[in-house]
């Protein structure tokens, strides 16, 4: 089946900027999906980025989707401890369920 | 606008039990997801239900079922509890037609003891 790839951990600094990476073999991905979960709570979704684009901003975050590698990327500029979080990538292929990653856990020390 | 709204919160059960899960939608929300949540296995999809017929179905044993409503509000139900299915439980809704958007509840963890 379909699969999405995630490094585990991730630790940058108070005010760097972190930069998580996915894989995925889907060829007829729709949508790229970032999520976060925080301690306790469900999935938030942060933002999602079409399969036709390269490139996505929203305030602090930048998605950059390598659709040619199946690579895509989440950066998240001046990162906050609140930014401390697991980070989902999951792929959306319309009307197959969401394959999600296993997550990446991201740690910013003050 | 009201999220995507997940009962109880917590619970916890015996082997053997059984026990039902339920979500309720973002109003409009037509479709309904279910995953599986744990830390070996990561997010499992269990079913996915739109307008009250099942569309999708996970690779779960049969003692995992579930249903859809006319309102759009969805329920869970794990028969003879096992201990594996100690988990969260999420529910996810989504605007069938607008292209994306799954939208989370903020699950149910269940204990099997």
């Known amino acids: 089946g379909e699969d999405v790839e995630q490094s585990l951990f991730l630790s940058v600094r108070e005010g760097d900027s972190s930069v998580i990476n996915c894989t995925y073999t889907d060829s007829s991905s729709t949508y790229l999906y970032w999520y976060k979960q925080e301690p306790g709570a469900g999935l938030q979704l942060l933002t999602y980025i079409f399969s036709n684009m390269d490139m996505k901003q929203d305030q602090r975050l930048t998605v950059l989707l390598n659709k040619k590698d199946k690579h895509l990327s989440l950066r998240i500029a001046d990162t906050q401890t609140g930014d401390s979080a697991i980070y989902f990538c999951a792929d959306d292929s319309g009307n197959t369920p969401l394959v999600f990653g296993k997550g990446t856990r991201l740690s910013v020390i003050a | 606008k009201a999220g995507v709204t997940q009962t109880p919160r917590y619970l916890i059960k015996t082997r053997g039990q059984q026990v039902t899960l339920s979500c309720s939608p973002i109003?409009?929300?037509?479709?309904v997801s279910w995953y599986q949540q744990t830390p070996g296995q990561g997010l499992q999809f269990l079913f996915e239900?739109?307008?009250?017929?099942?569309?999708n179905k996970g690779n779960f044993p049969g003692r995992f079922s579930g249903r859809q409503f006319s309102n759009s509000r969805s329920e869970m139900n794990v028969s003879t509890l096992e201990l594996g299915d100690s988990a969260l439980y999420l529910c996810?809704?989504?605007?069938?037609?607008?292209?994306?958007?799954?939208?989370f509840g903020s699950g149910t963890r269940l204990t099997v003891v």
């Open positions: 239900y739109f307008s009250e017929t099942q569309r």
């Open positions: 996810a809704s989504t605007p069938v037609g607008e292209g994306y958007g799954y939208t």
């Open positions: 109003s409009g929300h037509r479709s």
